[in-house]
């Protein structure tokens, strides 16, 4: 969990932080080449185009971020002048798509161009998911170190709880191992001198784990905690199917 949170916490920081940004600036920039075309082809209709006058033209033109700069990248530079790929009049002879992906593969950016703009509500939202996870990484890494310091242990004829307290086996009175197979839970009780009932919670997934290369340190504690138990012990008891003998038929009078 602890690595899940911490994957995604950094995916959505790395898209509220330049990732969205990046994809908007590639936006505009595409829509700069669509603009760029259209004039390219108007200009031909009209009968005024030449490589020297487009080049003039081109070299006095700057991409339109619009009026929110905040939705673009830091570091790019404004005012942008057209990519060196839009004052080509014999590139942009071949249509917008040769251009755009002569300009794509110069800065080994991704052909296909974003389909949207992000927004400034949806930066947002990034951010909302970047501090949402990076807190449930923390509250996860703080319940991680918690339980890494956590001991379970039984000493002669002493247990020694996950919070210290040594309780003698003899004054345990009830063992309940019903979780124990499908949840590795079980859960010791005892009289405490207020007259309540105190409740050891062996959660062996916590203490040792299962795992048969490493010996399956849960069960080696559990069987000798039962080893030492004389008390009532409560799981479900297995179904065992009975036949039934035969019944003879009686001869009829």
Same mark, same amino acid.
């Given at each position: 969990?602890?690595?899940?949170?911490?994957?995604l916490?950094?995916?959505?920081?790395?898209?509220?932080?330049?990732?969205?940004?990046?994809?908007?600036?590639?936006?505009?920039l595409?829509r700069?080449?669509?603009?760029?075309?259209?004039?390219?082809?108007?200009?031909?209709?009209?009968?005024?185009?030449?490589?020297?006058?487009?080049?003039?033209?081109?070299?006095?033109?700057?991409?339109?971020?619009?009026?929110?700069?905040?939705?673009?990248?830091?570091?790019?530079?404004?005012?942008? *002048?057209? *990519?060196?790929?839009?004052?080509?009049?014999?590139?942009?002879?071949?249509?917008?798509?040769?251009?755009?992906?002569?300009?794509?593969?110069?800065?080994?950016?991704?052909?296909?161009?974003?389909?949207?703009?992000?927004?400034?509500s949806?930066?947002?939202?990034?951010?909302?998911?970047?501090?949402?996870?990076?807190?449930?990484?923390?509250?996860?890494?703080?319940?991680?170190?918690?339980?890494?310091?956590?001991?379970?242990?039984?000493?002669?004829?002493?247990?020694?709880?996950?919070?210290?307290?040594?309780?003698?086996?003899?004054?345990?009175?009830?063992?309940?191992?019903?979780?124990?197979?499908?949840?590795?839970?079980?859960?010791?009780?005892?009289?405490?001198?207020?007259?309540?009932?105190?409740?050891?919670?062996?959660?062996?997934?916590?203490?040792?784990?299962?795992?048969?290369?490493?010996?399956?340190?849960?069960?080696?504690?559990?069987?000798e905690?039962?080893?030492?138990?004389?008390?009532?012990?409560?799981?479900?008891?297995?179904?065992?199917?009975?036949?039934? *003998?035969?019944?003879?038929?009686? *001869?009829?009078?």
């Open positions: 969990m602890l690595a899940m949170f911490l994957f916490g950094g995916w959505f920081f790395l898209d509220a932080s330049t990732g969205y940004r990046k994809e908007n600036e590639a936006f505009f595409n700069a080449f669509t603009t760029a075309a259209a004039m390219f082809q108007q200009q031909q209709q009209e009968g005024l185009l030449t490589d020297a006058a487009w080049r003039d033209f081109a070299g006095k033109q700057t991409v339109d971020f619009g009026e929110d700069l905040s939705l673009i990248p830091a570091s790019a530079t404004l005012p942008m *002048p057209w *990519p060196q790929e839009l004052h080509d009049s014999a590139l942009l002879a071949k249509g917008q798509v040769a251009a755009w992906e002569a300009f794509t593969g110069r800065l080994q950016w991704d052909r296909k161009p974003p389909e949207k703009l992000h927004e400034a949806s930066i947002r939202e990034q951010w909302y998911f970047a501090y949402g996870l990076s807190a449930l990484a923390l509250y996860t890494l703080f319940i991680l170190l918690r339980t890494m310091r956590r001991r379970m242990s039984i000493e002669g004829e002493t247990i020694t709880t996950q919070d210290g307290r040594k309780i003698p086996l003899a004054d345990l009175t009830r063992l309940d191992l019903r979780k124990w197979v499908t949840k590795g839970l079980a859960f010791a009780y005892y009289p405490q001198s207020s007259g309540k009932e105190g409740r050891i919670r062996i959660d062996g997934l916590t203490y040792g784990g299962f795992q048969k290369d490493q010996g399956e340190p849960a069960e080696a504690l559990m069987r905690l039962r080893a030492h138990f004389t008390g009532e012990v409560i799981e479900y008891a297995t179904e065992e199917t009975t036949a039934e *003998p035969a019944t003879e038929d009686k *001869p009829s009078s």
